[in-house]
């Protein structure tokens, strides 16, 4: 299997202009996670999806932030409009049932200036 | 809600020799899961170890084993014969249910020399 793909790798772009982020989960995983890492605030959930559905949200930091799981090989995070401050590497990650281990892509690193 | 705490930012150990990485948690669930997570300079997250709860056997993969007490809240991960390769930071991660998500310690930097 290929592990959980995302894109793009790097990101760099300006304030107020709109990212949007792409993962491919693990053929089979039926939960999806996105994840932020930042020096301040470390590794933190975003927003999960268990068979495409939206679980919990709480984790996004506000409303420029929105997800979306249009089936189940394909999620976007979307930031409209980008600030300085959304600057971390941006994770996803997929699990199936048993043994509920999440597989993490290798991460988007973004960076608005 | 639930926390993990690592109480150590940096550890160093020389190769070969054994090192022990420390965890605590806090949560008033009984059954969930316990993860340590490596992330070397290539910032993949790789996962190292998992335990159940609810098993009193600890896990053990290969070079790398845990202490899991449970009345203790504490979950330490053991790396035996360290190797160069073993330099990265550390997460330790808790999951409260099944197919939920993790809540990570502030991780733990391994350095290993020769």
């Known amino acids: 299997d290929a592990g959980v793909i995302q894109s793009p790798r790097h990101e760099v772009t300006e304030m107020g202009q709109e990212v949007t982020l792409r993962c491919k989960p693990i053929?089979?995983?039926?939960?999806l996670f996105w994840y932020r890492q930042t020096m301040m605030r470390g590794l933190e959930l975003l927003i999960y999806?268990?068979?495409?559905?939206?679980?919990?949200d709480s984790g996004m930091p506000e409303d420029r932030f929105s997800a979306k799981m249009p089936n189940a090989s394909f999620s976007t995070l979307k930031i409209q409009p980008s600030e300085p401050r959304d600057s971390a590497v941006y994770f996803c990650a997929s699990t199936s049932k048993w043994p509920y281990e999440q597989y993490f892509g290798p991460g988007t690193r973004l960076t608005v200036t | 809600a639930q926390t993990v705490t690592q109480s150590q930012p940096e550890m160093s150990v020389q190769e070969a020799e054994t090192v022990t990485l420390s965890c605590t948690y806090d949560?008033?669930?009984?059954?969930?899961?316990l993860f340590w997570y490596k992330q070397p300079p290539s910032r993949q997250m790789i996962l190292v170890i998992r335990q159940e709860a609810y098993k009193q056997q600890n896990a053990t993969e290969n070079r790398f084993s845990v202490n899991f007490q449970k009345a203790a809240k504490s979950f330490s991960l053991k790396i035996s014969d360290s190797q160069l390769g073993d330099t990265a930071m550390y997460f330790c991660?808790?999951?409260?249910?099944?197919?939920?998500?993790?809540?990570f310690g502030t991780g733990t930097r391994l350095q290993v020399t020769l």
């Open positions: 999806f268990n068979n495409n559905v939206p679980i919990d």
């Open positions: 053929s089979g995983h039926n939960s």
């Open positions: 991660a808790f999951m409260k249910e099944t197919a939920s998500k993790l809540t």
């Open positions: 949560t008033s669930e009984s059954n969930y899961y």
